[in-house]
């Protein structure tokens, strides 16, 4: 397999507080990566990394090989290589749906307004938001508003999306709806990492899984080496912790 982004040693303090403490990994092209881990043990702070959000403290990243991070390399493209869904959804909310799917394509990849309608209502069809496209974020449910953002992502044709607890804001009847669009996703080949708490989810849908505490990569392998045999002390705390929670 070919990776599409490697990631050489890693870090990110913010001040004195080391945060990501020298993280390598690699993604694939078509892969599925899940991070689970503890609240707090940087993963959203790694995923806004990748896509530099936060510009890291050190380390590389390499994008098709080359080091995003050294001097002039062009990182407005570099960051409409990656999708990006948040946990809050980050819609805007004072265009409706439709235009919230095509102002990226109009303004940053300079698509015309035909093409970039045609674009979004494919992806708005994906995620089954399609009828809704004069509503307002506002007039959206909380599941409804993830699948628009998802569909605005997918929008811009990205080389890997990356998803940071895209079902931790939503009510439980709506987490399912979500989790099966990024099932189907998965399923179509699309590269993506994603943060998740849904163990269930990560178990059935990576191909690897990895797990994060205190700002470094604990454990990784496949759902069977991380949920069946773990093999760290902390991997095996951690999903006791989460998988039996305490009454
Ligand atoms: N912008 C920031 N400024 C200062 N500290 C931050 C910032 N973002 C995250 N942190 C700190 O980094 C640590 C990891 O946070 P985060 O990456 O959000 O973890 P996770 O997503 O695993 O819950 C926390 O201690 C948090 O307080
Ligand atoms: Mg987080």
Same mark, same amino acid.
């Given at each position: ?27 694939? =092209? $078509? ?16 995923? @806004?990394?990748? /896509? ?21 390399? /062009? ?14 959804? /980050? ?6 749906? &439709? ?12 698509? =015309?307004?035909?093409?970039? @309608?045609?674009?979004? &209502? ?7 938001? !399609?009828?809704? #496209?004069? !509503? ?5 449910? $909380? ?6 953002? #998802? ?17 931790? !804001? ?16 998965? $399923? ?29 990569? !604990? ?11 773990? =093999? ?16």
């Amino acid at each position: 397999m070919s990776s599409i982004i490697e990631i050489e040693h890693l870090k990110k303090s913010f001040g004195d507080n080391p945060v990501l403490k020298d993280i390598s990994m690699n993604v694939n =092209k $078509g892969e599925v990566v899940t991070i689970i881990g503890a609240s707090g043990s940087g993963k959203s702070t790694f995923l @806004r990394c990748i /896509n530099l959000l936060e510009t890291p403290t050190d380390g590389k990243i390499m994008y098709l090989g080359e080091n995003v991070l050294a001097p002039g390399y /062009n990182l407005p493209k570099y960051r409409t290589h990656l999708g990006m869904v948040f946990q809050s959804f /980050n819609l805007f909310n004072n265009m409706n749906v &439709l235009q919230n799917c095509m102002s990226g394509q109009v303004t940053v990849l300079g698509r =015309k307004e035909e093409e970039a @309608r045609k674009v979004a &209502l494919e992806n708005l069809e994906k995620v089954g938001m !399609a009828r809704f #496209i004069d !509503a307002k974020p506002a007039q959206l449910s $909380g599941g409804q508003k993830q699948r628009v953002a #998802i569909a605005r992502a997918l929008s811009m044709n990205p080389e890997v999306m990356l998803f940071d607890e895209p079902t931790s !804001a939503l009510d439980p009847e709506m987490v399912g709806d979500v989790l099966q669009i990024m099932k189907k996703l998965a $399923g179509s080949g699309l590269t993506m990492v994603i943060v998740t708490h849904e163990m269930a989810f990560a178990k059935e849908v990576s191909d690897r899984v990895i797990f994060m505490d205190k700002g470094v990569i !604990a454990e990784q392998g496949t759902p069977e080496d991380i949920f069946v045999h773990p =093999k760290e002390a902390r991997t095996k705390e951690f999903l006791h912790r989460v998988l039996h929670p305490e009454p």
